[in-house]
């Protein structure tokens, strides 16, 4: 299993890999964010508090993290879907995860998670904070994990 570095172009930090898994299923874990833990190779998701089971165009869900120790909660709302295909969903400060499942074979599925951050607001001041900590570089090492995680699960 190999994660690849795609160039998703400015302010976004993307990965990719391919699972032996069919994009449906693979899809449907991410769609219910009571399984983002499971998922999760930052150490920063804790609890999904409040949300649906399926995730579906604009809906929104409060999920429970801690960053440094200290917990805080995040309201995410969806602003892309596509069946089996592509989940996105903002946090209140603009930036954006994005998920993509692309069927190579129907047992096989190219999963490529994109942190994007071109729109965070104020647009300055969080890219600035995204450099200078280094947060970007270890959003790129999370996403690796991610993938990791859930091509690991599916390895047979």
Do not use: C
Request: charged share 25%; hydrophobic share 35%.
């Amino acid at each position: 299993m190999t994660v690849n570095t795609v160039d998703a172009g400015p302010k976004q930090i993307s990965r990719s890999v391919e699972v032996n898994a069919p994009a449906s299923e693979l899809f449907a874990i991410v769609a219910d964010p009571r399984r983002h833990r499971e998922l999760d190779g930052s150490g920063l998701v804790r609890d999904n508090i409040r949300g649906p089971e399926r995730l579906s165009p604009g809906a929104r869900f409060s999920t429970k993290m801690a960053m440094y120790g200290l917990p805080y909660r995040i309201t995410s709302t969806v602003t892309a879907f596509e069946p089996d295909q592509l989940i996105e969903w903002a946090h209140p400060f603009g930036h954006r995860w994005r998920w993509e499942f692309a069927a190579e074979t129907p047992t096989k599925t190219r999963v490529t998670e994109t942190f994007d951050y071109r729109e965070a607001a104020p647009l300055t001041h969080w890219v600035r904070f995204y450099g200078v900590t280094g947060f970007a570089k270890r959003n790129g090492e999370a996403i690796e994990n991610t993938l990791s995680r859930l091509s690991d699960r599916y390895s047979g």
